[in-house]
C-alpha cells in the first residue's frame, strides 16, 4: 500500500462500546480511521436487543447477515419488542471457554458482525476494529464475524498478537483457524480456540478480503520481536505511550509507585521511535499527541500519523452514557478531573486508568458497597485444577472463591469488575434481582490538554478537523 493511502489519524477503540458503531462511522467518514470496540460485543448486542432495539439499527444489520438462521435464532433467543422492563435482569450471555460452543460462537460472529455492518454503512471509509490479546477465548470467532462484514483494519493490544496474522489468513479463506490460549499451571500441555467457518456457518462462501493488522505496542523490543517473522509480522504499529487510556504496560523492571500509589515510568519504559522506524511498518504515536503540536511531533519522529482516543470518547458520537459524559467534560472544563493509573483495578493485571467520578467505581465507598461476584468472565483466566481438569478464575471474583482455586487472598485486594463497570458506563450495567444496578466504572487518558482546542461539546469531525489543522467539507 502507498504511503499516501494510510490514515494519519486512527481513533482509538475503546472500551466496551464506547468506540461504537456511531463514532466509528462518524470519523470514517471524514476520511480517516474509525474503529469499532470488539470487546464483549456478544453481551452489548443482546442487551441492546433486550433494550427493544431502539431504532431497528441492530435488526438491520443481522438482516443483512449472509445466514438468515443464524441470526434468526439470536434475535429469537434476545429480541423483546418495545424492551423488558427497568427492573427486569437483562438475559445472560454464554460465557467465553476453552471448550466449543456453537450459540457462544453464533451470537459473538453475528455481534461482531453488526457493529462492523452498522459502522460501514453510509460511506466508503475505512473502519477497524479493536481487540484484547488477554481475551484470547473470544478473538477467533470475534475476528471472523468483523470480517464477514468486511471491516478493513484489526487492532490489537494488551498482549503478544503473535498468532494473529496466520489466523487471518485462514479466516479470509474460511478455512478452519485457532489460536493459543494461556493456561496457568499448565506449562507443557497446549490449549487451543478456534472457528471452524464452514461448519460455523453450514454453507462455504466466497473468499473474505484479509484486512490489515496493527499491533498495539508498547516497546521497541516487541515490536521488533513481531516483526522478525512473516509468520508474526503485522501491517503496521500502534505505539502507546503510558499517558494512553484503558490498559498500559506495567513499567519494566521492579513495579514501583510513586505517593499516589501510581507506577513509576522511567527512561526504560521510553520507546525508541527512531527503531520502530527502522522495521519499515508503518506506525502511529498514542497517549497524548492528540493536538495538531501531537501530530507534528509524531511526524517528526517517523510515524505514519497519531491515534487518538479520549478526545473521541468525550465527543457527542461516544457510546458512554450521556450524563456520564457530561459530568467528565464539566470536571475537566473546571480543571478537577483526575485520571489514576491503578496497578491493580484490572483483573487483567495491567495498570489500568481509572477517572476518578463520584458515584462509580473510582468511589472507595461505592466500591466497598458493590458485591463482588464474576458472572460476566471476560477477563478470567483458565487454569489446570488439581484433578487435570480446566477451571477458570478471576481476582474481581469473591476473594473466597479465588482463594479455593489456589491462589492469595491479597491479589484479589482492590480489583474492579471491568465487565460489570464498563458496561455499565454505556448504560448497559446489570439490574439484579433484588434491585441493585450495577455501577459504571469510567477511563479515559490522562492527558486532556486536548479539551482547548475543542468546542464546548464537540463532535467526532470536530476532534479530527482540530487535530489535522484544516477544516472538514460541510
Known sequence: MAEAMWPVLIQGGMGVGVSGWRLARAVAATGQLGVVSGTALDATLARRLQQGDPGGHL?????????????????????????TGPDVPYRPVPRLGVRPGRARDELAVVANFA??????????GLIGVNYLEKIQLATPAAVYGAMLAGVDYVLMGAGIPAEIPGLLDELAAHRPAEITVTVAGDGEARHTVGVDPRALLGRALPPLPRPRLLAIVSSHVLAAYLARSPRTRPDGFVLESPVAGGHSAPPRGRMRLDADGEPVYGPRDEADTGKVAAIGLPFWLAGGYGTPDGLTRALEAGATGIQVGSAFALCR??????????????????GVLEVRNDPSASPAGFPFKVAQVPGTLSDPDVYEERPRLCDLGYLRTPYTKPDGGLG???PAEPVEVYVRKGRPAEEAAGRRCLCNGLLAAIGLGQRRPDGYEEPPLLTLGQDVGFLATLPEDHSAADVVASVLGARLPG
Open 115 to 124: 457493529e462492523v455492518f452498522l459502522a460501514k454503512e453510509g460511506h466508503d
Open 59 to 83: 435488526r438491520r444489520a443481522l438482516a443483512a447477515f449472509p445466514v438468515p438462521e443464524i441470526a434468526g435464532r439470536v434475535l429469537e433467543r434476545y429480541f423483546v419488542a418495545g424492551g
Open 317 to 334: 458520537e461516544s457510546g458512554l452514557d450521556e450524563d456520564l459524559r457530561r459530568r467528565m467534560l464539566r470536571r475537566a472544563a473546571q
Open 392 to 394: 477458570y478464575r478471576c
